[in-house]
Nanobody, 115 residues
Framework: QVQLVESGGGLVQPGGSLRLSCAAS????????MKWHRQAPGKERELVAG????????SYADSVKGRFTISRDNAKNTVYLQMNSLKLEDTAVYYC????????WGQGTQVTVSS
């Protein structure tokens, strides 16, 4: 069955960095785009970044453009989210999302930005 397992979250100070990973299994990872979303307390889930199946195309929410980088390693069935210059408002649970129909989600990893 399809599984997505996120890791790499934690507590970081403003201005710090974290790298999230999402290990995928149970489907042909290299054939599908992937996305990262996040959900802050009391807010709706929002799209953060997306990457094409080959990795050649990426897109970002305006709020993270220039600070976050999405990438993937199809040999390792893993998608990453490098987060730099973190802000308090980046605090959220981060989820990876596989675009293989009907769409699959990981369990999420908590990112807390706090001084």
């Amino acid at each position: 069955q399809v599984q997505l397992v996120e890791s790499g979250g934690g507590l970081v100070q403003p201005g710090g960095s974290l790298r999230l990973s999402c290990a995928a299994s149970g489907f042909s990872f290299a054939s599908y785009g992937m996305k990262w979303h996040r959900q802050a307390p009391g807010k709706e889930r929002e799209l953060v970044a997306g990457i094409s199946a080959s990795g050649g195309g990426t897109s970002y929410a305006d709020s993270v453009k220039g600070r976050f980088t999405i990438s993937r390693d199809n040999a390792k069935n893993t998608v990453y989210l490098q987060m730099n210059s973190l802000k308090l408002e980046d605090t959220a649970v981060y989820y990876c999302n596989a675009l293989r129909p009907p769409g699959y989600w990981g369990q999420g990893t908590q990112v807390t930005v706090s001084s």
